[in-house]
């Protein structure tokens, strides 16, 4: 089933835009934007809420809007099933390009997690509005426009994946367990059926991305689509490249938090090169009891450092707001850690996480809910990164995927935001070497309004590789006017 254009009603559109600001359709005139909506039914009570909130709320968004051209972004949500025998069904999110959808790229993007939902990418990092950070108050949190929104040059699907993500569902209890496996089938199969329903976007250039834990999943998903392609049977997909943000990788070049918290000063030279010397480089799996007892004395020393960027505040990471997480180790990706400083579970409005605190709040309205056709009774609590699955990990590396597709000519930009721990520099460049490709630009600069955003260098074919200068780890969230720009040259060929 294709995305219906929503209807214009002006009333119910100042109404949505508190109550549900991401079921919009938005189209910018010469002089104003208006937002316009399919009318859903509020509680009386709330009408009067959301109006207020909602004026105030286009009024942010007139002040960030260009008026110089016209455009028309959609917003669908929707389920697909991904599996008919246990009825599987995946909810998305998709956004069309401010620009020209019917020829700008589509990407298919990845959250990370494994299991963060997709709306966390959508208003935390790329998409088209993200969280005004204030107090609660008891009203519903308020949404607005992102200047810096990847949908400004192209399409974008956000989904809930795996299974049991955001507000994906099961009808069978006991399709719990997951993994690397069955999460990429999953990816696979809910593209190939969605380019199908939207014949429109089949010739659109394609490019699969995503950030942080998809990076496990992005090469071994593009690689497959790559080989459709080649094998000469009739496809549905126009792939053009990827690109990846911090992205897990390989578990031994991965674990590279040692060099890393060594180069930020976090650990003495000492403590470093002993390390070093007794564990002989192998971070991951430690070889011997005297480098696990060293590795031991770095996570105390550094753990009360926020890892995924270390010069923010440390302040836990929330599951929800209802109930306080277990303690999660510190080599677990940082999306499965909790709070433990705050006992209400609930961070101050300095920190970053607040942000993740309002997500959840608005997302677990019932008037919400009702806004994105979320069907009754599949989910309970919504979380912004699930913990209603067991994920297996079976896969300890794809480079040998990433090998393939760059070996084939398929464009790929990787990037780290500089001060991420958890998938550090360090690592991501340290696998990107051994590929051995050749170098085709030295390491150099790249600039954003004449400031140094970061740092680039190419390599042959059509590999690039940047660092996003004070990001974090999910690169567009910390710096999201240089990631724009440096996303914005990479699609449309030029240099960083």
Known sequence: MNCPPLRSNAEGAKMSLAGAMIHTNIFKETKNTCYNSKIFKLPSKKIKNYYRQAMLAIEKINQHCSIANSLVSVCCYRYIT????????????????????????????????PGCSGFSGLVFEIGPVK??????????????YNPYSFTRIAS?????????????????????????????????????????????????PLYIAGDSYAGMIIPALTYRIAKEMEDGTETIFNLKGYFEGNPTTDNNFDA??????????????????????????????????????????????????????????????IWSPQQRPRLASRRAVYEFESIHHYPSNIPPTSCREYGYYLCYIWANDETVREALHVRKGTVGEWQRCSKRFIYNKEWASVIHYHRALLSKGYPALFYSGDHDMVVSHVGTQGWISSLNFTVAEQWRPWFVENQVAGYTRKYAPKVTYATVKGAGHTAPEYRPKQCYHMYERWLSGQAL
């Open 82 to 113: 991904v599996n008919e025998t246990t009825s599987n069904n995946i909810f998305y999110y998709f956004i069309k390009s401010e620009r020209n959808s019917t020829t700008d790229p589509l990407i298919f993007w990845l959250t990370g997690g």
């Open 131 to 144: 969280f005004k950070v204030e107090e609660y108050n008891g009203s519903l949190p308020t949404l607005v």
């Open 156 to 204: 974008i699907i956000f989904i809930d994946s795996p299974t049991f993500t955001g507000f994906s569902y099961s009808n069978s209890t006991d399709d719990h367990f997951t993994g690397n496996s069955k999460n990429f089938e999953e990816d696979y199969v809910f593209l190939k059926k969605w380019l199908g329903q939207h014949p429109e976007f089949q010739s659109n």
């Open 256 to 317: 590279s938090a040692v060099p890393f918290v060594y180069g930020m000063s976090l650990i003495p030279t000492s403590l470093y090169e002993a390390t070093k010397k007794c564990c002989n480089g192998q971070y991951y799996d430690p070889p011997n009891e005297n480098c696990s007892s060293h590795l031991e004395l770095i996570d105390e020393l550094i753990a009360e450092v926020n890892q995924p960027h270390i010069l923010e505040e440390y302040c836990g990471y």
